[in-house]
């Protein structure tokens, strides 16, 4: 029997590294985007949970999708709520219904980033936006929901699909004599 994980954020880069892995024999990925399953709906998202794949439960669900328009989400709340906070709430109730763990994808945006070193998990957390805080409230959900679950907190997202820093730099670099970026920032990569 293939068991079968219901990977949210399809079309983000975790979520097509996620459904493009090499995953154990006997194991397979379900990836769905926001087409598939709106996860602003969140009797959406129970129904798809409950439902399964196949007439099987799921044997686990990975939340890889976000709303992570970093600068957008402070005019734009409500929907950064909807998606980082409310839909892990709605993943973390169903899975604990169903006995179905879960990992939620969140951020090191939850930290206030005025460490200097690196962020430690029981360092404490200050979210400075709506980012970082839809992304926290969508942890504490998930983390009281009484569904097992882990919290898997990423930086600097990497991969060869869609936007970040490093096809951001080897584009530019391609189109410029030299970069200049800030150099006031530190991060660790998440490939």
């Not at 402070?74 to 169903?98: H, K, T």
């Not at 998930?142 to 080897?170: D, E, Q, Y």
């Amino acid at each position: 029997m293939t068991r079968t994980i219901l990977v949210t954020g399809a079309g983000g880069q975790v979520g097509v590294e996620l459904a493009r892995a090499a995953w154990p024999e006997g194991w397979q990925a379900v990836a769905v985007d926001r087409s598939a399953l709106d996860l602003r709906d969140t009797a959406a998202i129970a129904r798809t949970v409950a439902a399964g794949h196949r007439g099987q439960p799921f044997a686990a669900v990975i939340n890889a999708a976000a709303y992570t328009a970093v600068d957008r989400a402070e005019s734009d709340q409500v929907a950064a709520w909807a998606v980082n906070a409310l839909a892990p709430a709605a993943f973390g109730e169903a899975c604990a219904r169903g006995d179905i763990p879960i990992v939620q994808v969140s951020t090191d945006y939850v930290f206030a980033g005025d460490k200097d070193g690196e962020w430690e998990p029981a360092d404490p957390v200050a979210p400075l936006g709506v980012y970082g805080a839809s992304k926290l409230g969508g942890e504490l959900a998930v983390r009281t929901s009484g569904a097992r679950h882990a919290i898997v907190r990423t930086a600097w997202v990497v991969s060869a699909h869609g936007n970040n820093f490093v096809k951001t730099m080897l584009r530019v670099g391609g189109e410029r004599g030299a970069l200049r970026v800030v150099d006031d920032q530190r991060g660790s990569p998440t490939s």
